[in-house]
Nanobody, 115 residues
């Protein structure tokens, strides 16, 4: 199983970034995929999840209405569109999948929101 994140970088408050997670090594269309983040000196926290059934989504309260998670099963990819970014969104963002009883993580991509 391999997860590769990309798309992080710098943004000003109010700006946007789009993260991508490219997956391989498992049946992508059959798995729920999630984004987590970890800010400096803080614990890892859930951000968003997209389920296989009906592409149902779930979000951390503080990102609802600003972030949108989506998936493209043909490309084995998940995306996180982040709008109206705030300084408190600064963190390393990780893609996550639970597959065959194990948890898998990508290497992470840094998002920094600052003026």
């Amino acid at each position: 199983v391999q997860l590769v994140e990309s798309g992080g970088g710098y943004a000003q408050p109010g700006g946007s970034l789009r993260l991508s997670c490219e997956a391989s090594g498992f049946t992508f269309s059959g798995c729920d995929i999630a984004w987590y983040r970890q800010a400096p000196e803080k614990e890892l926290e859930f951000v968003a999840r997209i389920f296989t059934i009906g592409a149902i989504t779930s979000y951390k309260d503080s990102v609802k209405g600003r972030f949108t998670i989506s998936r493209d099963n043909a490309k084995n990819a998940v995306y996180l569109q982040m709008n109206s970014l705030k300084p408190e969104d600064t963190a390393v963002y990780y893609c996550n999948v639970e597959y065959s009883g194990d948890n898998y993580w990508g290497q992470g991509t840094q998002v920094t929101v600052s003026s």
